[in-house]
């Protein structure tokens, strides 16, 4: 074996064995901050606000749906579960239940986080653009888990769909329209269906040369 990865690879587990382990509080939600970085990963739609907000007003905040919090820096960050956030601040609740974690980077959270949604609900194509978007391909940063392999792979594997479909997302995004873009955002058109588009009119244009 490698002996930098060797050593890399020690190193890591080293600082997950030192981590602190996760654990159970209430916080107060004027305490939770939002960033970007969390709160671009995936879509808050206006149908799911609804139905939380109904359900938690008739059966509360239900255990086993904490929402999941960094503590860094002193601040305690919202990495998932914006729209558990919002519907039960809206609701007039001044704490909610939360996991705390202790999480080493911001890459490990990052990682966290969309394996989290992920693992509650299939991708909308908003949602696919902007987890996609939100990773770096350049120099193989887009790879937060510290594997080894092609960006577009281990992208997929950490949002849960095809390297095909990260790879189709990719053009989209390069070379997609505003219109096409926000027809996607809006269910109109499919990731598929665009990106169908726009390797006709790659066709077109070199017919045309």
Not at 31 to 37: A, Q
Not at 124 to 147: I, R
Not at 149 to 159: L, Y
Request: proline residues 1%.
């Amino acid at each position: 074996m490698n002996l930098k990865k060797s050593l890399t690879e020690a190193i890591s587990i080293a600082k997950k064995a030192t981590q602190k382990l996760a654990e159970k509080r209430n916080l107060k939600i004027k305490d939770i901050v939002k960033i970007p970085e969390f709160q671009k990963l995936l879509v808050m739609e206006e149908s799911v606000v609804e139905k939380m907000k109904a359900s938690m007003k008739e059966e509360g905040f239900k255990s086993g749906h904490e929402i999941h919090v960094w503590k860094h820096e002193g601040q305690y960050i919202l990495i998932d579960g914006h729209t558990r956030l919002f519907s039960w601040e809206s609701l007039g609740n001044k704490t909610i239940p939360c996991i705390v974690h202790y999480f080493a980077t911001m890459e490990e959270a990052k990682e966290f986080a969309i394996k989290e949604q992920v693992n509650r609900r299939n991708l909308s194509g908003q949602a696919l653009l902007e987890a996609v978007q939100n990773f770096n391909f350049e120099k193989g940063k887009g790879n937060v888990s510290g594997e080894k392999g092609k960006a577009s792979e281990i992208i997929a594997k950490q949002i849960g769909v095809s390297a095909k479909t990260v790879e189709k997302t990719r053009v989209v995004l390069k070379e997609g329209t505003p219109d096409q873009l926000e027809a996607i955002k809006k269910d109109e058109l499919s990731m598929n269906q665009v990106f169908n588009q726009i390797v006709e009119k790659r066709k077109s244009e070199k017919a045309e040369k």
